[in-house]
């Protein structure tokens, strides 16, 4: 779930090297590419797409037993204006 570049994955596995991946989602096509690069390698190609349309059944065939979720930044920061909800980024919420 918000996958951006694995910053988050890197550290989950980093201090859980066990965990496993099983999806992750982007909605920026760069920030999806970057991410392979950086965590999967070949193994759990990043859909782009935003989870806001994920349906149930979808969620359920993953068989996921932990959810992790780095929300977009930037809604929230100076450099993203401080938009807060109002920036579409932060829509999922």
Do not use: H
Request: with cysteine; hydrophobic share 35%.
């Amino acid at each position: 779930w918000y996958a951006g570049i694995g910053g988050m994955r890197a550290a989950s596995q980093a201090a859980s090297p066990k965990l496993e991946c099983s999806a992750a989602f982007e909605i920026n096509r760069n920030a999806a590419a970057a991410y392979d690069l950086n965590t999967c390698r070949g193994e759990v190609p990043t859909t782009v797409r935003s989870i806001e349309n994920l349906q149930p059944v979808e969620v359920d065939a993953l068989c996921a037993d932990l959810w992790l979720m780095s929300p977009p930044c930037q809604p929230y920061t100076r450099s993203g204006c401080k938009k807060d909800v109002n920036d579409g980024r932060a829509q999922s919420f």
